[in-house]
T-cell receptor, first 109, second 114 residues
Framework: DQQVKQNSPSLSVQEGRISILNCDYT??????FLWYKKYPAEGPTFLIS???IKDKNEDGRFTVFLNKSAKHLSLHIVPSQPGDSAVYFC????????WGAGTKLIIKP | DVKVTQSSRYLVKRTGEKVFLECVQD?????MFWYRQDPGLGLRLIYF???????EKGDIPEGYSVSREKKERFSLILESASTNQTSMYLC?????????????FGSGTRLTVV
């Protein structure tokens, strides 16, 4: 049974600091892990992904790290900005997307 | 530059009504999906379709049906709406090689059943 867990329902970070969002998974056969960002009353938008054969992928202020031995990945946002306040979902991409429950990130001014 | 369009942003329906949620994509994607999003539960897959007139049950299909008569359109039907179907409904589409880039979502329909 594939599971993706985001154990922190919410996270509050000061503007300009680093935001770290975490995700744990059980499936060892995934191709990619994806991160999505969702504002209220809007659909999720794709943010960044990481291949199972890599341990890091970077795109501007966003970096995703993959630790396969721990079955853990994290999304780093540096520096955090007010517009980053949103719900972030991680998803295991294999046959279908298996979603975590989401983490609500609040950036304080 | 709209790519996935959901027909309504907000809907209020009465218990027992038949409800149609429409989704249209203009990217010629083969795959289309219906999710519902509830706080603390993430996105749960209701139904999906990999081709015209083809449909597959997702994780929570009970109380729902779908229709895909044309490639660009995927409809979600609530046969007899109930209050526990109050939720945010999200439609998404993807091409065959979407594993790296993920899905494209519509803006969502907030459905309230009273």
């Amino acid at each position: 049974d594939q599971q993706v867990k985001q154990n922190s329902p919410s996270l509050s970070v000061q503007e300009g600091r680093i935001s770290i969002l975490n995700c744990d998974y059980t499936n060892s056969m995934f191709d990619y892990f994806l991160w999505y960002k969702k504002y209220p009353a809007e659909g999720p938008t794709f943010l960044i992904s990481i291949s199972s054969i890599k341990d890091k992928n970077e795109d501007g202020r966003f970096t995703v790290f993959l630790n396969k031995s721990a079955k853990h990945l994290s999304l780093h946002i540096v520096p955090s900005q007010p517009g980053d306040s949103a719900v972030y979902f991680c998803a295991d991409s294999n046959y279908q997307l298996i979603w975590g429950a989401g983490t609500k990130l609040i950036i304080k001014p | 530059d709209v790519k996935v369009t959901q027909s309504s942003r907000y809907l209020v329906k009465r218990t027992g009504e038949k409800v149609f949620l429409e989704c249209v994509q203009d990217m010629d994607h083969e795959n289309m999906f219906w999710y519902r999003q509830d706080p603390g539960l993430g996105l749960r897959l209701i139904y999906f379709s990999y081709d015209v007139k083809m449909k597959e049950k997702g994780d929570i299909p009970e109380g729902y049906s779908v229709s895909r008569e044309k490639k660009e359109r995927f409809s979600l039907i609530l046969e007899s709406a109930s209050t526990n179907q109050t939720s945010m409904y999200l439609c998404a589409s993807s091409s065959g090689g979407a594993r790296r880039d993920g899905y494209t979502f519509g803006s969502g329909t907030r459905l309230t059943v009273v």
